[in-house]
């Protein structure tokens, strides 16, 4: 198994290293839009090499805009030249011999005066949980650089080989609203994550604060205030898949096991209409999130067929609907709602594909 993933990385270049990643980065365009209008006109691929290209970019970099030209090419040919495009977004790519780094500066060939110097940027490289730097010890592909809105990102793509974990040992996670996450193994180890009554109060001051803000009709920052809140979510996501992917990996288990959600290609589109299909998209996310993270280690994620999964008893299989939070059976089985959710998932049938149909 690998994965290929981004890391994003914030720089802090000098004023003058910043104006000359402003300039190559619209000559990198540039050259790319030039390259494929040629290719357009001559109805093939460019036999250009970087000595063909009269711009001030290292000559790696000039291949890497070849490269980028020909691929962009190739999809017009195949979509018989009815769309063009044109780059607009400033970026400039290096490709993995031309970059290093150490923990504060990534070293880049840039043009200075005319001359191809590398040059040390700062680079926010180790972030306060240390993830970065660990996900760049691995197999490293491109460096891209961009400016977004004021700041300078650098997207460094990585290829992470895991190695899947043997053994049979199945752990089934329930996601729910009131608690976010219930998770249980084939050994009966139960673990409940992320914190339902503080998001609940979390959300609450959210709406209460985005209503003050209606009154004044102020939309910039009631804007401004969602993206904050979507921020937070999405944080929460993060903090939530990372606890239970570490408790799967205590627990040695090999394959972990999530509800497939319904429809989620159009709920996706609608997600912002109502409340229901907010909460499938979150659910969506959250399970992506469990899914990337549990393969980075080598754990499996299957979905399994929702269906009955909170109704049927685990002990004697009758099927009883939950009382509030409560789920009880004649046989004596007492159990928190979403415990007995994760405890049937843990077995439901594995839907084909083995993955969420995005
Ligand atoms: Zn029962």
């Not at 780094?101 to 880049?108: T, V």
Request: aromatic share 8%; with cysteine; proline share 3%.
């Amino acid at each position: 198994m690998s994965q290929t993933i981004t890391v994003k990385i914030k720089l802090l270049p000098t004023k003058e290293q910043a104006s000359i990643l402003s300039e190559m980065s619209e000559t990198y365009i540039s050259t790319i839009n030039t390259l494929v209008s040629e290719m357009v006109a001559a109805k093939k691929s460019t036999r250009k090499s970087s000595k063909d290209i009269p711009v001030s970019l290292p000559s790696a970099v000039k291949n890497q805009a070849i490269n980028d030209a020909k691929s962009v090419f190739k999809k017009v040919k195949k979509n018989k030249y009815n769309v063009i495009p044109t780059l607009k977004k400033p970026v400039c790519i290096w490709n993995n011999q031309n970059y290093s780094f150490n923990f504060s500066h990534i070293f880049m060939p840039i043009m200075m005066d005319g001359k191809v110097v590398k040059t040390p940027i700062r680079a926010l490289l180790v972030d306060k949980d240390n993830r970065n730097f660990e996900l760049l010890k691995h197999k490293l592909g491109t460096l891209r650089i961009t400016k977004q809105v004021n700041k300078w990102i650098a997207q460094i793509s990585v290829t992470i080989s895991t190695v899947q974990k043997t053994g049979m040992k199945v752990m089934g996670v329930d996601l729910g609203l009131k608690v976010p996450a219930v998770a249980v193994t084939d050994d009966e180890k139960v673990r409940f994550f992320g914190n339902g009554r503080q998001n609940k109060f979390k959300k609450r001051k959210f709406r209460s604060l985005r209503k003050t803000l209606g009154k004044k009709k102020k939309i910039n920052a009631i804007r401004k205030f969602n993206d904050k809140e979507q921020r937070w979510m999405k944080d929460q996501d993060h903090k939530i898949s990372r606890t239970i992917v570490n408790f799967a990996k205590e627990n040695k288990v090999a394959v972990i096991r999530l509800e497939q959600l319904a429809n989620i290609r159009q709920t996706a589109r609608t997600s912002r209409k109502n409340e229901k299909n907010l909460h499938t998209w979150s659910f969506y996310r959250l399970s992506q999130f469990i899914e990337y993270k549990a393969n980075l280690v080598g754990i499996k994620v299957e979905y399994v067929n929702p269906r009955y999964t909170s109704q049927i008893c685990p002990n004697c299989s009758e099927k009883n609907k939950a009382q509030g939070r409560k789920y009880k059976c004649k046989c004596g089985v007492e159990k928190h709602r979403d415990l007995i959710g994760a405890m049937n998932i843990r077995y439901a049938p594995v839907v084909d594909g083995n993955s969420q149909p995005a």
